[in-house]
């Protein structure tokens, strides 16, 4: 049996009962960095062997921990801090135990875009968690485009060295919308700093951060400046039936689907 446990992502009381009896049940922990993990296990005094699971070498690692299964050995994964699978190593293992019909679970805790996310105040019924932005600069600006008309919020993680440059894109992206950064999160210096795409945030940037940006508002919805008709066939463009064309188009301008059905009739001349 394999467990995926969320660790602390920061301050180590944070760790579930559950987790903890996991961890000293484990005949083996994979980890992503097995000095990270060993101070987290000293602290609580768990004495396991560890066996390193990182981004470079997950697919080995999945057959280790195959072998291992097949062995009867039960399995504890961890990453550095959080849940693992969300933007850490985890998931070439789920997969691999998933095709092999081998039997997982996971023990919750910690996640940290979870925790950001709820210290925003930023609307919570609706989010895209979208997680580092990754490749070159172009791919980035490509990927963000995806989601300019997205109504909910956006949530990203950024390395202290990038926050500035990945502000930019998102202003470049999005326009002058309000943003907050998360850092230091369930620690001492725990802070959400709020603040407009086109100013970007002051101070020298320590820390992994959470950056969340408020969705697109109606006004901000590229697709309300065409015509009716445009806008409709925009979405039927997209694949969409006439009747689901229509719904999405109202819901993007506040409309019923009865105050646009007129212009879908065609002039029959």
């Known amino acids: 049996m394999v467990f995926f446990v969320a660790t602390p992502i920061g301050n180590l009381g944070d760790i579930s009962l559950r987790a903890l009896e996991t961890l000293r049940a484990a005949d083996v922990v994979f980890c992503e960095d097995t000095r990270h993990s060993l101070k987290l296990l000293n602290h609580y005094e768990i004495r396991k062997p560890l066996v390193a ?3 470079f070498n997950e697919q080995a690692s999945a057959e280790k921990l195959l072998s291992l299964v097949r062995e009867g050995k039960t399995v504890a ?25 081998e039997k997982y679970t996971l023990v919750p805790g910690a996640c940290a875009f979870v925790a950001a996310l709820v210290l925003s105040g ?75 795409l ?40 997209r694949g969409m039936s006439r009747k689901e064309a229509l719904k999405a188009a109202a819901k993007d301008r506040g409309v019923s689907k009865s105050e646009l059905y007129k212009f879908t009739v065609r002039d029959k001349d």
């Open 53 to 55: 699971c990182h981004k």
């Open 77 to 101: 994964v961890v990453t550095d801090a959080g849940t693992p699978v969300i933007s850490d190593p985890g998931n070439i293992l789920v997969n691999a135990l998933k095709d092999a019909g």
């Open 122 to 196: 930023f609307p919570a019924d609706k989010f895209a968690f979208l997680g580092f932005l990754r490749g070159k600069n172009s791919e980035k600006r490509a990927f963000l485009r995806e989601f300019a008309e997205f109504g909910g919020t956006l949530v990203f993680y950024s390395a202290p060295q990038d926050v500035d440059a990945d502000i930019g894109l998102l202003y470049e992206a999005f326009g002058n919308r309000e943003a907050c950064a998360v850092r230091e999160i369930t620690k001492i210096h725990e802070s959400a700093e709020y603040f407009l």
């Open 198 to 237: 086109s100013e970007g945030l002051a101070g020298e940037k320590r820390g992994e951060y959470v950056l969340l940006v408020k969705g697109a508002s109606e006004r901000e919805n590229p697709l309300n400046a065409l015509s009716e008709q445009e806008h409709i066939a925009y979405y039927e463009s």
